[in-house]
């Protein structure tokens, strides 16, 4: 049951973390960066799932990818491409849409509850 | 940021690139990354007052299994990925060269040359072209065939299993040391006394359920080389947790290597490894021909053993080699 949880845990984590991610890299970061801001902010990520995370971002054309030298060890900086910064805004309001819907629904007063009962009740 | 011979960050970076798939410059431009941030975490464990090694140790297990990432960050890793190519096609290359000299030896014998499972047919006509091509081809096939198992396919099963890797590469995980002469002593005590619980058919009969033991005179004769074999391993991985890379650890390796190409040497000579005439009467005629498909698997998993393990032997001796005059790091 707990590896069940697990995984269910992951995958919604996964979501979470990609529009975390967008949002965040509003400014210029390198992936160690981002573990760390994630994580600050009760959102543990792994290498693992992040970089394929960026990655996918990368070739979907929301983020782009620039290597810096100048520093004691080369970091890959990473920031929204024009595509990201144009589709951030609406990734932000579905997600308030989605956590809005989904928190309705956990606390118990979807409006669909009604309804669907008397549904049940006229098949009976 | 430089890689030091025996460094942990580059073993840990190595393994996550042999799982990797996608070009040589993608993988490139991940490890980069990837190393990166295995030293930013270092740094920081180390700004925090842990020891280096500590702390290269501690990121290094919080990171994970390297294949795990490697696969992960880089998914579609190639059946025979590019950095082993080229050690493929030599070996490869000096196989076909050995198995077309026995070849020719049996041609010029005029007979067939058996060695345990292998049998190394003569050119049905040595003077026609088409038909040297054809056995030249056949062999090489054979030959490309026993290496693709060995170079993509072991590493593989291996992993599935969560065996020791077969690696041609001097690399000892430090995380798996323990963990490793753990399951080698576990599998020293199976070995032995369970030995002929484990090896052996249980057939009923009206007396009940009767043990046929299979274990032949080729698995028996192997047996103290096997436990040798277990033994020095343990001892290996022990001193490797204790001192890790030094002359200790790679002699005790190249020891234990030398002990498995006895034990293996003797799988591959003998004709029969388990013995199935036991087992005759709850089989049936079809007892000799799985016991001589059975004995030809292990036959062959032997030699495809003996050949990854010789290769490791040669390489703990030439680093032992080169170690000599060089003060212990």
């Known amino acids: ?124 | 940021m430089t890689r030091q011979v025996g460094d942990p960050v580059e073993r840990w970076l190595d393994e996550a690139a042999q799982a990797m798939g996608g070009d040589a410059e993608r993988r490139r431009d991940v490890l980069l990354e990837l190393e990166s941030t295995i030293h930013d975490r270092v740094d920081e464990r180390v700004r925090r007052g842990e020891a280096r090694d500590a702390a290269v140790d501690g990121v290094l297990g919080s990171l994970g299994d390297p294949e795990e990432i490697g696969s992960s960050v880089m998914p579609g890793r190639p059946l025979l990925d590019a950095k082993r190519t080229r050690s493929f096609i030599l070996r490869t290359a000096i196989l076909f060269a050995a198995h077309f000299l026995l070849v020719i030896g049996a041609t010029v014998a005029g007979r067939e040359l058996s060695l345990s499972v292998l049998r190394i047919r003569p050119i049905a006509d040595p003077r026609s072209f088409l038909s040297l091509l054809a056995h030249a081809l056949e062999t090489l096939c054979f030959d490309a065939g026993l290496m693709l198992v060995i170079h993509a396919a072991l590493p593989r099963f291996a992993r599935f299993v969560r065996l020791p890797r077969p690696s041609l590469a001097v690399t000892i995980d430090p995380r798996r040391t323990l963990e490793g002469a753990f399951f080698l002593a576990l599998v020293a005590v199976a070995v032995n006394p369970l030995r002929d619980r484990l090896l052996a058919l249980y057939v009923p009969s009206a007396d009940g359920v009767v043990r046929v033991p299979l274990a032949g005179p080729g698995l028996l004769d192997s047996l103290l080389f096997l436990n040798l074999w277990l033994g020095l391993a343990i001892a290996r991985d022990l001193a490797y947790a204790r001192f890790r890379e030094r002359r200790l650890t790679l002699a005790l390796d190249l020891a234990s290597c030398a002990a498995g190409l006895f034990c293996l040497l003797r799988i591959v000579a003998s004709e029969r490894v388990l013995d199935l005439a036991g087992a005759q009467a709850a089989l049936g005629p079809s007892a000799d021909s799985l016991g001589a498909l059975m004995n030809a698997t292990f036959s062959l998993l032997a030699l495809a053993t003996t050949a990854l393990l010789a290769a490791r032997a040669a390489r703990r001796a030439f680093r032992l080699v080169m170690m000599r005059g060089t003060r212990p790091a």
Not at chain 1, 84 to 101: C, E, F, K, M, S
């Open chain 1, 1 to 124: 049951m707990s590896s069940l949880f697990e995984k269910i845990g992951a995958e919604v984590k996964r979501g979470l973390v990609q529009i975390a991610a967008l949002s965040l890299l509003r400014r210029r970061l390198y992936g160690y960066q981002l573990v760390k801001i994630l994580a600050a902010h009760g959102l543990e990520t792994e290498e693992g799932t992040l970089y394929p995370l960026l990655r996918r971002l990368e070739t979907q054309g929301l983020l782009t990818s620039e290597w810096d030298t100048n520093g004691a060890r080369p970091r890959k900086y990473y920031v929204l491409s024009g595509m990201g910064l144009a589709a951030l805004p609406r990734l932000q309001t579905a997600w308030h849409d989605v956590a809005g819907a989904v928190s309705s629904i956990l606390d118990g007063d979807a409006p669909g509850e009604a309804p669907v009962a008397a549904d049940l009740e006229d098949e009976r």
